[in-house]
């Protein structure tokens, strides 16, 4: 089957760095997505990972590793605003996005 | 930058009730969807809509009947519905349906419903 795994919540403190990681089992696979959800709000587009290595976009970062599985959505300089949901999904063989349940992240002065 | 306008964005409804959910895009995209979104779950797409014609439609129970009329809105109508409904549902929009890359889609604030 196909699966997303992802941590539920983590803490973090402002002004500090945290990594928030993916694994995922697809059948097939075209990419992946993160994706951040204030509360109450619209799921925002961060990244899209295709091939191998890291991307860089200001303060978030998102790596890739295909032959892992494996993806970390990397936030630096932590700010109060960051605390929201970040939603991890890979795209298989058929162009079909598999969602993550989000991992919650709050950040404490 | 979304650009997908969702009303209403809160709504109580009783299981006898039928009510719609609307949304619109301002993107200029041609595929548009409906997910799905209860807590600590992974979204569930529910439908989607390539240049108006349904091309998904994901075992969802026949109370959820969707509709789009043209390009840029998308309506989800509800009838006899269930407690285990309540969630939000979120619509989005993308460029195009299942083109790698250009597939990035687009939310909309959502609607939160509550089901008595």
């Known amino acids: 089957g196909q699966n997303i795994d992802q941590p539920t919540e983590m803490t973090a403190t402002e002004g500090a760095i945290v990594q928030i990681n993916c694994t995922y089992q697809?059948?097939?696979?075209?990419?992946l997505f993160w994706y951040q959800q204030h509360a109450g709000e619209a799921p925002t587009f961060l990244s899209y990972?295709?091939l191998d290595g890291l991307e860089e976009k200001g303060r978030f970062s998102s790596f890739l590793s295909r032959s892992k599985g494996y993806s970390y959505l990397l936030l630096k300089e932590l700010q109060m605003k960051d605390s929201a949901s970040y939603l991890c999904?890979?795209?298989?063989?058929?162009?079909?996005?598999?969602w993550g349940a989000g991992t919650k992240l709050i950040i404490k002065p | 930058e979304t650009g997908v306008t969702q009303t209403p964005r809160h709504l109580v409804m009783g299981m006898t009730n039928k009510k719609s959910l609307k949304c619109e895009q301002h993107?200029?995209?041609?595929?548009m969807y409906w997910y799905k979104q209860s807590a600590k779950k992974p979204l569930e797409l529910m439908f989607v809509?390539?240049?108006?014609?349904?091309?998904e439609n994901n075992s969802v129970p026949s109370r959820f009947s969707p509709e789009c009329p043209n390009s840029s809105h998308l309506f989800l109508h509800l009838h006899t519905l269930q407690p285990e409904d309540s969630a939000l549902y979120l619509c989005?929009?993308?460029?195009?349906?299942?083109?790698?890359?250009?597939?990035?889609?687009?939310f909309g604030p959502g609607t939160r419903l509550t089901v008595l």
């Open positions: 989005a929009s993308s460029q195009e349906y299942r083109g790698q890359g250009a597939d990035t889609q687009y």
């Open positions: 990972n295709v």
């Open positions: 999904a890979a795209m298989d063989s058929n162009y079909q996005l598999i």
């Open positions: 993107l200029g995209h041609n595929a």
């Open positions: 809509y390539s240049l108006e014609e349904r091309v």
């Open positions: 697809t059948s097939g696979f075209n990419g």
